[in-house]
């Protein structure tokens, strides 16, 4: 009886390290380095990013889990999760415009110029100059999450969209900071 509760409880740590091994495997990578500062986030879709000459900016995709997606259920809640890298060998003090409405998120038609809902629309914020400082090498990551419904209550239809996500500082930053170190690529995704 003893043997086969060990054999039982061996078999079980083997799977449990199984699952280990591979749920390790299925995690996303971020990493850093003499790349020109690139920041590489794995797992395929759901993930744009822009280089700037002082900022890279990634946007990226979530599901409610965490996990980076380019496609998503009907009515699924959708994480935008935007990561400022500071590509230079020195601090980078920014400040920031408001409280809590220092980011924008956009989603368009694939192509279009217009967009479909924007995460700033019709809300207030205060102003309230924050300043921030991102070490070298360091990151700093606005994030939100929405519903799908846009802003006349409707919900998205099913189809191909593109995010894409934006933070703002007070004008006259030094180092001045370009359009592309402030704004990330589109990034494709997919409503089922």
């Known amino acids: 009886m003893l043997g086969i509760a060990r054999l039982s409880m061996i078999a079980r740590l083997v799977l449990l390290g199984a699952v280990g091994i591979v749920t390790m495997g299925a995690q996303s990578s971020c990493s850093s380095g003499d790349d020109g500062g690139t920041l590489r986030v794995g797992g395929g879709g759901g993930t744009g990013t822009g280089n700037g000459p002082t900022i890279s900016v990634t946007l990226t995709l979530k599901d409610s889990s965490g996990r980076i997606r380019d496609h998503f259920a009907a009515c699924e809640l959708i994480?935008?999760?935007?990561?400022?890298?500071?590509?230079?060998?020195?601090?980078i003090r920014m400040q920031l415009p408001t409280l809590g409405g220092n980011q924008d998120f956009q989603v368009f038609k694939p192509g279009a110029k217009d967009t479909s809902w924007d995460w700033s629309a019709n809300k207030q914020?205060?102003?309230?100059?924050?300043?921030?400082?991102?070490?070298?090498?360091?990151?700093?990551?606005?994030?939100?999450?929405?519903?799908?419904v846009l802003a006349d209550g409707a919900m998205l239809a099913r189809g191909n969209y593109e995010a894409r996500g934006q933070f703002f500082s007070v004008p006259g930053?030094?180092?001045?900071?370009?359009?592309?170190?402030?704004?990330?690529?589109?990034?494709?995704?997919?409503?089922?």
């Open 79 to 91: 994480t935008f999760e935007l990561t400022l890298l500071n590509r230079t060998g020195a601090p």
């Open 125 to 148: 914020f205060a102003t309230v100059i924050t300043d921030i400082t991102i070490e070298a090498g360091g990151t700093q990551v606005f994030s939100a999450t929405w519903d799908q």
């Open 173 to 192: 930053q030094l180092p001045p900071l370009t359009e592309a170190d402030t704004r990330s690529p589109r990034v494709g995704f997919r409503v089922n």
